[in-house]
């Protein structure tokens, strides 16, 4: 298992959806699974997809800049940061995020989300 290629495909999996249909992460995240979005503390895939669906706008698009992971323990997990955009469709301005992942393997070979957290910077938030 290449972590990268891991990384990568999750990112494009992950934002793919978000733009697309916010609601189909929910497999993405399971019930010991914890959102910190903008310092708000959200657990459990129903919580984090009732969160992310009730976003303020319909459309979106990420461009991401970049995509770092790194092995993390003994279990197999991985942590996954990216950086880029975000361009909320009716917005002049594209808003600058960063997000962490923790992933963790699943006995049927692929990932979820154990840990989430999205900032952007001072000044420029979304709720």
Do not use: W
Request: proline residues 6%; aromatic residues 10%; negative net charge.
């Amino acid at each position: 298992m290449d972590p990268d290629a891991v990384a990568k495909a999750f990112v494009e999996h992950y934002y793919r959806t978000f733009d697309t249909d916010r609601a189909g992460l929910g497999n993405l995240y399971q019930d010991a699974s914890m959102l910190t979005f903008e310092g708000a503390k959200i657990q459990g895939s129903q919580a984090i997809v009732a969160k992310l669906t009730s976003l303020p706008f319909q459309q979106c698009h990420h461009n991401i800049s970049t995509v770092d992971c790194q092995p993390s323990g003994p279990a197999g997990g991985m942590l996954v940061f990216v950086s880029g955009t975000l361009q909320i469709s009716g917005e002049q301005h594209a808003l600058k995020f960063s997000q962490m992942f923790h992933l963790m393997p699943t006995p049927q070979g692929s990932f979820y989300v154990l840990n989430d957290i999205f900032r952007q910077p001072k000044g420029h938030t979304i709720h």
